[in-house]
């Protein structure tokens, strides 16, 4: 950081022992300053076959997550390195990083879906999952965030906060999971702590605790100020082959640059204030022992506290370094083993009424020409062992786990048994999927209900079948959909085969049958995503396939309460059907329901409908909201009351679901239809001197500009704007601008269409125009 850079600094803050199994510490010099060296020689590469089972405490199942390109694969491949476990530092610019080993993620150089590593940190083992940064692969990063009890967000110390950064900050947040900051790519000219830290106040609604200064800045950033020790942690690169092992780690004295040490006294000042503010049992040691001088304050005590506020999610840790340059990755592991959460420190109701009673849940499913299904588990408690039956309690079976592996990205080594707390990897299970909760048998799984009914015996039956269900992963809607289609009739059968497995590995893949045409229809997140499942179809399957023309997913909704009511009464052999349903839909706001549709009943029918009947009449409204009366897409902002079921003795629950779809049609049609399409939060990141181009193209896609911002000398540019006008933008936005701009996407809402709009699409899809 330069002079001035440090004293403005200045004024805003104003306002070991390593784990042994192949990693050796080669001897420190204990005088005016230490010299660690991580000396792991190329032959000494660890196995995973030498891991162990630590106790609980001592694992930490974390996730990098970030906006695209901010480093986080480059940071995943710094740590295994240095950790011991590979023999080279992988590039994603060369395609060959550990965690990007898909063909398609190496010739893009983007992550496309989750990887998940083990190693081992100073007798700690951590389970990391690299997610993707890109908006098209969100699902990778939910449910990877569903399972992991901390995560480390990455961001490029040039840009600070950017688009998807707030979508996999509010993603951990949704699964209360406590995060550590990593300011990455200290080394670019433009990189600005003060920017970041106040970005990361202002944009994620943060407490952001700083714990290091950064010494130097651009091409001159040679290491880091650790603010709780007051020592200089310094790599001094004699080539561009250094990799970063040794750095020196010195005290500071009165002979270092005096701006620096005035920086670091007031942002350590800082530091403990902010923590006392935060933590009370800190403030109270401050005040008891240490009122006459803060400063005196011990590390270690001080380090406490701030893992105290981190696991209580009160503030966020926030480090800084350059993980290309390989600087600042062996404090960023350290801050990962000393302050995010053990599993032990996460608190699961579901799980405790098993005990030590097996309790996992499957997170994603891959699938292995030899091997067949991988599915990946994490367990909550008990132990796995292979060559055991298992329950899954969501299909109701029961399956032979054959083999038990631990992950390490494409490479995965055999193990005889995995303990709680951790991330494990299985083969065997044919019909398991995302989201299933896995127990030991059907035993367990009832004696883990009736625990949750003695603690609650007011609990309905239902409820308690519920209660011991892992919450599953939240799978996001599709916004684009194409037709697919073989290259002869010979191979439809496999393409079925083959979309049936895709869909097992990756939910956010839709596929359905066009009940007019009888085409296959593939829904995707976004042109990416389909593109890449295109591109797979072809080179894993061997199967050269079409697609038709790629189109927006519409939603629909209704303009005025209606109701109506149905009658059914039919004959079929000697068994006759009666049933009477009256109903009312009325529209509500499409924010408040976050674009679900709403199903209540009556008080009064509530206690008289049996459990089975009240089933078919919810699976005859939910098969409604799945097509809409104008055109047949999803239904949004609408909500039904069941007023009257009267259903004569005999007649079967399927004739009942029929009559409610029926009455449900009738009164959506009353109630007038509405198409909503899909509207995007775009922010481009552009030049000054094309800012007038882009402004231009986006006014003809019926955008809506929310703001302008100054990043260094380039500008942001913070838009909406409807999904359908956003086909092929990139190569719009790559010609604009002769290639000097970024730009990413992120759906914001679904809106009404405007009459003109909505009569062009109606007469398009009718195949009028």
Request: proline share 4%; glycine share 6%.
């Amino acid at each position: 950081m330069s002079l001035g850079g440090l004293q403005t600094f200045s004024r805003m803050i104003r306002g070991r022992r390593l784990f042994t199994a192949g990693l050796q510490c080669c001897r420190c010099k204990l005088s005016c300053h230490v010299k660690r060296h991580y000396s792991l020689l190329p032959d000494d590469v660890k196995s995973l076959r030498a891991l162990v089972n630590p106790e609980i405490s001592r694992i930490r199942n974390i996730g990098i997550m970030a906006h695209i390109d901010a480093g986080k694969t480059t940071t995943t491949e710094r740590m295994l390195y240095y950790a011991g476990y590979t023999r080279a530092l992988g590039d994603v610019d060369d395609g060959d990083t550990v965690t990007d080993f898909m063909a398609q993620e190496r010739e893009r150089g983007i992550t496309i879906q989750s990887a998940a590593v083990t190693f081992d940190w100073k007798s700690h083992r951590i389970n990391l999952i690299d997610t993707p940064g890109h908006v098209d692969f969100t699902l990778e990063v939910e449910r990877a965030l569903r399972v992991l009890d901390g995560a480390v967000a990455v961001f490029d110390a040039s840009a600070g906060v950017e688009a998807q950064t707030l979508t996999v900050w509010r993603q951990a947040e949704k699964h209360h999971i406590p995060c550590v900051c990593f300011l990455n790519k200290m080394d670019k000219p433009a990189a600005n702590l003060s920017f970041c830290i106040e970005s990361i106040r202002q944009k994620l609604k943060a407490n952001p605790v700083l714990l290091q200064i950064p010494v130097g800045s651009g091409k001159n950033f040679t290491g880091v100020v650790d603010l709780l020790t007051s020592r200089k942690l310094m790599w001094k690169m004699k080539s561009m082959r250094d990799d970063g092992r040794v750095f020196e780690v010195k005290a500071l004295d009165r002979s270092d640059d005096p701006d620096l040490l005035q920086v670091v006294s007031d942002a350590r000042t800082a530091l403990i204030e902010q923590v006392a503010d935060l933590d009370d049992e800190f403030a109270e040691l401050l005040l008891t022992d240490f009122s006459e001088n803060f400063d005196a304050i011990p590390s270690n005590k001080l380090q406490e506290a701030v893992r105290r506020v981190t696991l209580a999610r009160k503030g966020v840790p926030v480090l800084c370094g350059s993980s290309l340059r390989n600087k600042g990755v062996q404090p960023l592991l350290d801050a990962i083993t000393a302050y995010l959460p053990a599993p032990n420190e996460r608190h699961h109701d579901v799980v405790r009424w098993y005990k030590d009673d097996l309790c996992a849940l499957a997170f994603k499913v891959l699938h292995d020409k030899q091997r067949g299904p991988l599915v990946f588990l994490r367990i909550y408690s008990g132990t796995l062992k292979p060559q055991t039956a298992l329950h899954n309690i969501n299909r109701n079976s029961t399956e032979r786990m054959s083999r038990l592996l631990v992950p390490f990205a494409d490479q995965h080594v055999e193990i005889p048994s995995m303990t709680a707390g951790n991330i494990a990897l299985t083969v065997g299970l044919k019909q398991t999927v995302t989201g299933d909760t896995i127990v030991s048998s059907k035993a367990s799984a009832a004696a883990a209900a009736r625990r949750a009914q003695n603690d609650n015996e007011a609990g309905k039956r239902s409820r308690e079948c519920a209660s011991v269900i892992l919450s599953g992963v939240e799978v996001p809607d599709p916004v684009f959909f194409c037709t697919i289609e073989p290259p002869s009739m010979s191979k439809q059968a496999d393409l079925e085969n083959v979309l049936n497995c895709l869909q097992r590995e990756d939910p956010s893949l839709k596929v359905r049958v066009d009940p007019d045409s009888g085409q296959t229809i593939l829904c995707g997140m976004g042109e990416l995503h389909i593109e890449i499942i295109h591109d797979r179809i072809r080179r894993e399957y061997g199967i050269e396939t079409h697609l038709g023309p790629l189109q927006v997913a519409y939603r629909e909704t209704i303009l005025h309460e209606a109701s109506a009511s149905d009658t059914l009464d039919r004959t079929v052999g000697e068994r006759r059907h009666v049933v009477t349903v009256e109903l009312a839909v009325r529209p509500v706001d499409i924010a408040s329901v976050g674009g679900s549709c709403e199903l209540a009943f009556t008080e009064e029918l509530e206690g008289q409908l049996s459990a089975e009947m009240k089933e078919a009449v919810e699976n005859g409204v939910h098969s409604s909201f799945l097509q809409g009366p104008l055109l047949g897409y999803p239904l949004q902002g609408v909500s039904t009351l069941i007023q009257c079921v009267t259903i004569e003795p005999g007649t079967s629950p399927a004739m009942v679901s029929a009559c409610v779809s029926r009455c449900m049609l009738k009164a959506l049609r009353l109630a007038g239809g509405q198409v909503l399409e899909p509207v995007m939060s775009l922010e481009v990141t552009v030049g000054e001197d094309h800012l007038s181009s882009v402004l231009g193209d986006l006014a003809q896609r019926r955008g809506t500009v929310r703001d302008i911002q100054s990043r260094h000398d380039n500008k942001v540019l913070l838009a909406t704007v409807p999904l359908a006008e956003m086909m092929g933008y990139s190569t719009v936005l790559r010609t604009l601008t002769s290639g000097n701009a970024t730009f990413s996407l992120e759906l914001d809402t679904y809106e009404a269409m405007n009459p003109q709009e909505q009569n062009t699409l109606l007469k398009r899809l009718s195949g009028l125009l």
